[in-house]
């Protein structure tokens, strides 16, 4: 019984098509992260900005 030579490749290709996938995806997830990242780090300067005015008018 030798292998059958089509599902082999068929394998093949699934694999390699698996692999391209994940890298792909791991790098659409590297710049979703970064874009998070980004936009977090707004938020958080804007939020601190929020803050530091509104407790300026609670001052004044």
Do not use: C, V
Not at 27 to 53: F, M, N, P, V
Request: aromatic residues 12%; glycine residues 4%.
């Amino acid at each position: 019984m030798h292998p059958d030579p089509f599902s082999y490749s068929t394998t093949f290709i699934h694999h390699a098509g698996r692999f391209f996938f994940i890298s792909q995806n791991q790098s659409r997830t590297g710049k979703l992260i970064d874009s998070l990242t980004a936009q977090t780090s707004q938020l958080g300067a804007s939020s601190s900005e929020r803050a530091r005015s509104e407790a300026a008018e609670l001052w004044t």
